[in-house]
């Protein structure tokens, strides 16, 4: 539990080099001291990442960001208006960094980000480390939204779950390259889009391209759940559980009825009122739900493509893909 006890475990844990997984305020992070490369390691391992993927660092403010990573003057408006929160910014290596090479993959360049989350940056502070996390979940599977999620993916292989409930975002931070002249998106996230152009006007989207080195897990399989999904779906066919948005009204179930009268294991709504904030808060767990039904597959209805809802379709999208690789 996240109380004064579970917080004193886990630093102590974190000094041995061990990995713990700690509530942020997006999904729950897999910690270990980012400067101890053995305990980065056992990151990777319990997880099951390929090495290529780099890690983001977590530090409780803009002076401890500013120790590892080289910030130009859009990244320190960036900071100023959104840390400590959902915004991860990818920037040069300071020379003489105390940063693991593992986390990096060996680039140039470091991700990091100050959270906002109390237990987490409890911990933080009686580290004095920076901490490497990425999402609590083994690789590729559903990003890790709540203790359960955490524990189908990882029990077994941490010594501790530090467990604080469902995570307030529900989808992990935007990460924004800021290591060049002008500033890239590279992943859609917690803090939409949206926002950050209100601040620094139109932004490159780089989530689209495949191919560019410095995104490398935009590459990989990400946030599958085990049953297949079927995306913008108007009605419910035989065999498929309902992850709804909104009203339910005109939703109809194929073999005859209504949507509104599946069971409650084949029906989960993002949000009856249609808040896409409400909708990302309960997207993995209502997926994790739904995942364990007896259902074959899962219908999910429309999101509006909109502020926090691009990161949302953007998810949904990325888990169909891997779906189809597999
Ligand atoms: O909300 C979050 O960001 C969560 C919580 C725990 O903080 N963390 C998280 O970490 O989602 P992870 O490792 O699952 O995702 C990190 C993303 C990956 O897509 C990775 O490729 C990218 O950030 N990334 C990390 N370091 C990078 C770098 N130096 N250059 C470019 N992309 C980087
Ligand atoms: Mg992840």
Same mark, same amino acid.
């Given at each position: 539990m996240a109380d004064a006890g579970g917080i004193e475990l886990s630093v102590e844990l974190l000094r041995k080099g061990s990995c713990v997984a700690l509530p942020t305020e997006t999904v729950y992070g897999l910690a270990a001291d980012a400067r101890n490369a053995a305990a980065v390691d056992r990151i990777f391992a319990a997880k099951n990442r390929p090495a290529i993927n780099p890690i983001i660092v977590h530090v409780a403010g803009y002076e401890d960001a500013a120790e590892l990573v080289q910030l130009n003057e859009t990244a320190r408006s960036l900071a100023a208006r959104f840390w400590p929160g959902p915004l991860t910014l990818v920037a040069k290596l300071q020379p003489g960094n105390a940063i693991a090479p593992n986390v990096t993959a060996g680039l140039p360049t470091l991700a990091v980000r100050v959270p906002s989350h109390p237990a987490f940056r409890a911990v933080l502070e009686q580290c004095a480390f920076p901490l490497a996390a990425p999402s609590a979940n083994a690789s590729g599977q559903l990003t890790a939204t709540s203790p359960q999620i955490v524990a189908q993916g990882l029990i077994g292989k941490i010594?501790?779950?530090l467990a604080a409930g469902l995570t307030d975002k529900g989808l992990e931070s935007t990460v924004l390259d800021v290591s060049g002249a002008a500033? =890239?998106?590279?992943r859609h996230g917690a803090i939409p889009i949206e926002a950050l152009e209100e601040l620094l006007g139109t932004i490159e989207d780089g989530t689209q391209i495949k191919d560019r080195p410095t995104s490398p897990g935009q590459l990989l399989r990400h946030y599958a759940p085990r049953l297949p999904l079927r995306l913008n779906a108007v009605d419910v066919a035989p065999g498929e559980a309902l992850l709804a948005f909104g009203d339910l009204k005109f939703m109809g179930v194929r073999e005859g009825g209504w949507a509104r009268d599946l069971p409650p294991t084949h029906l989960r709504n993002l949000s009856e009122a249609g808040d896409l904030d409400e909708a990302a808060h309960h997207l993995f767990a209502h997926l994790y739900a739904l995942d364990q039904s007896e259902a074959q597959a899962i219908a999910?209805?429309?999101?509006?493509?909109?502020? =926090?809802g691009r990161a949302i379709n953007d998810r949904l999208r990325r888990a169909c893909q891997a779906q189809q690789k597999d």
């Open positions: 010594p501790l779950i500033p =890239i998106l590279l999910v209805m429309a999101i509006p493509d909109t502020g =926090i």
